[in-house]
């Protein structure tokens, strides 16, 4: 298969991933989770939803580090609760197609799919492709990619040294 060029990669820092399932009324319930998951500070990476009635209806990934916290709010909501399955570590890793959304998007699974690589979630944006992963699997994966993908040449790192947390108010009272 040939190699398309892209504008760039991005591999996030570990992550934990909290998939909700499907049952009626989950809109409002996973729209209550991210709510508690905004009064703690806790940042969304990869947020995606899913309409198709059976799978997953929401897949969102936290930082490793939260994904305790974010385990624990989903776990205290009595409805919500049986719907969660959390995955722990994951990474994301963003493709900015630069040009190639529809060919890209056919490669990559295509690719993916021909390398046993399985793919937790998926989500695009007008710039990327975002793909979520067991983190173990991330190794073999970017050898996968580094043979369909070809990169500019002066590429940024492809894992950031930098990870952003959302530092809590203080409490004025």
Do not use: W
Not at 55 to 76: F, M, P, T, Y
Not at 129 to 154: C, D, K, W, Y
Not at 156 to 166: D, F, K, R, T, Y
Request: charged share 15%; with cysteine; hydrophobic share 45%.
């Amino acid at each position: 298969m040939d190699r398309i060029a892209v504008g760039g990669l991005r591999i996030s820092p570990a992550l934990a991933q909290i998939n909700v399932g499907y049952a009626p009324g989950v809109r409002t319930l996973i729209g209550e989770y991210l709510q508690r998951l905004a009064r703690r500070h806790i940042n969304l990476p990869f947020l995606t939803f899913s309409s198709a009635g059976s799978g997953n209806a929401a897949a969102l990934c936290v930082s490793a580090s939260e994904g305790d916290v974010a385990r624990e709010i989903a776990l205290k909501a009595p409805k919500l609760a049986p719907l969660v399955t959390v995955l722990t570590p994951v990474a994301a890793v963003s493709i900015f197609p630069h040009r190639q959304q529809l060919v890209l998007l056919g490669h990559l699974l295509a690719v993916l799919h021909g390398e046993r690589i399985p793919l937790l979630a998926m989500g695009s944006s007008i710039s990327s492709f975002t793909l979520t992963l067991a983190h173990r699997s991330l190794g073999r994966t970017m050898e996968v990619l580094e043979g369909a993908l070809i990169l500019p040449e002066n590429h940024a790192p492809l894992q950031s040294q930098l990870e952003v947390i959302q530092i809590p108010k203080e409490d004025p009272s």
